[in-house]
């Protein structure tokens, strides 16, 4: 698979999520029962997604995991206790689409940071992981689809 690296500029986006800590080997376990929670929260409040699930890495120290799963919505909503409000920020962001089973992606994050290295690209922010493919929908995992955004400056 042939990564394509570019930069691109996005605004603020509202969302919706959950904030979890894990280990890496059990990240695919939890994504799913979070990203549901999520989407059932904001069918309850009467709205829809306003695109696709995505994780944000908060932080990862050796196999140790912080990340928040999450959705966009529309406009800002309140949350609860658990399902909390936040804004995907804006400005540029490092871009690389990852395309294949999700047990490839750490190749592509670290294609993506060698990348922004050989670029003089900073970190300026959390990480993530915007999930374009619905696996439930596309059982090929050879075509589900996951674009990685790195803010830098």
Known sequence: MKLEFGTTQL??????????????DKLGAIMGPLFGEVYAYIQQCGQQPAGMPFSIYHSMDGNAV???CGMPVGS???????VQPGQLPCGTMATVTHTGPYDGLPNTWAALTEW?????????????????????AE???????????????
């Open 139 to 153: 059982a090929d995992q050879s075509k589900w689809r996951t674009d990685i955004f790195f803010p830098v400056r």
């Open 11 to 24: 605004q603020e986006q509202p969302y919706l999520g959950i904030r979890a800590k894990t280990t890496i």
């Open 66 to 68: 912080e990340l928040e």
């Open 76 to 82: 800002q909503m309140d949350g609860t206790a658990r």
């Open 116 to 136: 922004m290295r050989s670029q003089g690209l900073e970190a300026a922010g959390a990480p993530w992981e915007v999930y374009v493919t619905d696996p439930g």
